[in-house]
T-cell receptor
Framework: QKEVEQNSGPLSVPEGAIASLNCTYS??????FFWYRQYSGKSPELIMS????GDKEDGRFTAQLNKASQYVSLLIRDSQPSDSATYLC??????????FGSGTRLSIRP | DGGITQSPKYLFRKEGQNVTLSCEQN?????MYWYRQDPGQGLRLIYY???????QKGDIAEGYSVSREKKESFPLTVTSAQKNPTAFYLC???????????????FGPGTRLTVL
């Protein structure tokens, strides 16, 4: 069974600090990885995609990929209360399927 | 305005009823997906379709059916055989490259189904 694992949290981070979210995946052939943000009662929103080893930055968000360790992370700099949400890590599997983790709940405290 | 629409937003089903959830996209995406999300849980794949007139079962297809007669539309029917259908249903779509790149999935707003 191919899996994507995340700590369910909640992860509590003070406003203005860096939030670090982590994810591991089991399928070594996965090539594409995604981070989604989901507010309570809403649908997931894609915030980052990463395909190559290393870092990818977009505004306050940085995605990091280490294929050797099968590890993906998301850093959120200058955390804001509006960043409080559940963050879903996902990995592209074979046959057009994306495998989702169960999500990490992030809470930014003022 | 490009995007994915789902209707209705809320749906109530009586025991023994079949109900159909609508999903439409105008992004010209080839692939479409249906997921189920239970409270505090991740997404579970019900069905997916890569091209018109073809679809595959996901991990939890029992009690559900789909059709893909048009590229833009991928309706999901929750049948009376689905014993515990109360959940949040999410439709998604993606470009289909076959390589794993540029196949981000984009989600509709969801339908919340409740069994009375």
């Amino acid at each position: 069974q191919k899996e994507v694992e995340q700590n369910s949290g909640p992860l509590s981070v003070p406003e203005g600090a860096i939030a670090s979210l982590n994810c591991t995946y089991s399928d070594r052939v996965s090539q594409s990885f995604f981070w989604y943000r989901q507010y309570s009662g809403k649908s997931p929103e894609l915030i980052m995609s990463i395909y190559s080893n290393g870092d990818k930055e977009d505004g306050r968000f940085t995605a990091q990929l280490n294929k050797a360790s099968q590890y993906v992370s998301l850093l959120i700099r200058d955390s804001q209360p509006s960043d409080s949400a559940t963050y879903l890590c996902a990995a592209y599997s074979s046959a057009s399927k994306i495998i989702f983790g169960s999500g990490t709940r992030l809470s930014i405290r003022p | 305005d490009g995007g994915i629409t789902q209707s209705p937003k809320y749906l109530f089903r009586k025991e023994g009823q079949n109900v159909t959830l609508s999903c439409e996209q105008n992004l010209n995406h080839d692939a479409m997906y249906w997921y189920r999300q239970d409270p505090g849980q991740g997404l579970r794949l019900i069905y997916y379709s890569q091209i018109v007139n073809d679809f595959q079962k996901g991990d939890i297809a029992e009690g559900y059916s789909v059709s893909r007669e048009k590229k833009e539309s991928f309706p999901l029917t929750v049948t009376s055989a689905q014993k515990n259908p109360t959940a949040f249903y999410l439709c998604a779509s993606s470009m289909e490259t076959g390589t794993g790149s540029y196949n981000e999935q984009f989600f509709g707003p969801g339908t919340r189904l409740t069994v009375l």
